[in-house]
């Protein structure tokens, strides 16, 4: 999040660089980075004449440098911004932005703006970087999305305690823009002056297919074979395919057995995070699902879904028959 109050913090400066390079994996951020330069260089009333959006994958280095180079309509800058610029891919119109840098319209804005990683090393990158206008969006740690879905809640007049975040997180993904529609739902449904808790999150927020995996597994560890064909049914209805579904299983108990393993082993819990590239609260829910079974029980469920996958592959059986046995035997038998 930082990189982004920086940016904010150098716009109320009055600090703009002629061209601008968005790039990375969080749309929602460098939407909200667009919206505050838009406000900052063009006064109410002006967008619409002085702002043009070019979409990147078919416009030329030649046709956006004209764009931002046009007079603007009424007095003040003009904004151009190119979505999803291709052009920063192509050697030739690197070469003509970077000549455009040298002379920049001082009426005029560019920004350059793709989801895509950016090769560092090219002379573009550099130069717009040397003018302090290349920012990388990443996605924001869960401690910055905690702390931002909270601030959200303040915004709308409500509060949001730390589970339901921890909830939402794990629900939602760290997709910003997804966060904040489902936060949008959340405040108008408690209302002003009250508080999302974890039902709430539970309740209204759409598990995510993941999360489907893990109330499943959680029913096998609790030996509730209802519950967890249960949950089969559900991501059957969600149109998971069997395939997919055996899959997920395997993962979740390959999961459970490496961080099993880990932990008896004394191996630090920032270390397995970080060993088995793991979300800590998929950390902290896999942590308490490996108390559910031993060693040799999740050899076991991991050698039996092989079986089954099997079996579904060469057509030994429904796919529904098979995984109800498979999850009624890891259920009863000890």
């Known amino acids: 999040m930082k990189y982004f109050i920086d940016f904010l913090n150098v716009l109320k400066q009055g600090k703009i660089a002629p061209v601008y390079l968005f790039y990375g994996p969080e749309a929602y951020l460098r939407d909200q980075a667009l919206m505050r330069l838009k406000q900052t260089l063009l006064p109410a009333g002006e967008g619409e004449f002085n702002y043009e959006i070019l979409d990147g994958s078919s416009v030329s280095a030649t046709e956006a440098i004209a764009a931002v180079e046009l007079t603007p309509f009424t007095a003040g800058q003009k904004l151009v911004v190119v979505r999803d610029a291709a052009i920063l891919q192509k050697d030739g119109d690197d070469k003509l932005i970077l000549e455009y840098i040298e002379r920049p319209n001082k009426g005029g804005c560019l920004v350059l703006e793709t989801g895509q990683s950016i090769d560092r090393r090219k002379k573009l990158y550099k130069k717009i970087a040397a003018m302090g206008g290349a920012i990388e969006f990443v996605r924001l740690k869960a401690s910055e999305l905690t702390k931002w879905l909270a601030k959200q809640a303040r915004e709308e007049d409500a509060a949001l ?110 270390e397995i995070i970080k060993t088995l590239k793991m979300h800590p609260f998929v950390y902290k829910k896999i942590s308490r699902q490996q108390k559910n079974f031993s060693s040799g029980q999740l050899v076991q469920a991991i050698m039996r879904l092989a079986e089954l996958d099997y079996l579904v592959k060469t057509g030994g059986g429904s796919f529904s028959e098979l995984i109800d046995t498979y999850i009624l035997k890891l259920c009863f038998e000890k």
């Open 161 to 270: 305690t730390r589970e339901a975040a921890e909830e939402l997180l794990l629900r939602c993904g760290p997709d910003m823009y997804t966060l904040h529609n489902e936060m949008q739902k959340l405040t108008c449904f408690v209302g002003r002056g009250n508080t999302i808790n974890l039902d709430t999150v539970k309740e209204l927020v759409a598990s995510r297919v993941e999360e489907s995996i893990f109330e499943m597994v959680d029913a096998i560890g609790e030996k509730d074979g209802t519950k967890a064909i249960g949950g089969i049914r559900q991501l059957l209805r969600q149109k998971q395919q069997p395939q997919q579904i055996i899959g997920m299983i395997a993962r979740q108990f390959r999961l459970i057995y490496q961080v099993r393993g880990m932990t008896e082993a004394g191996t630090a819990r920032e």
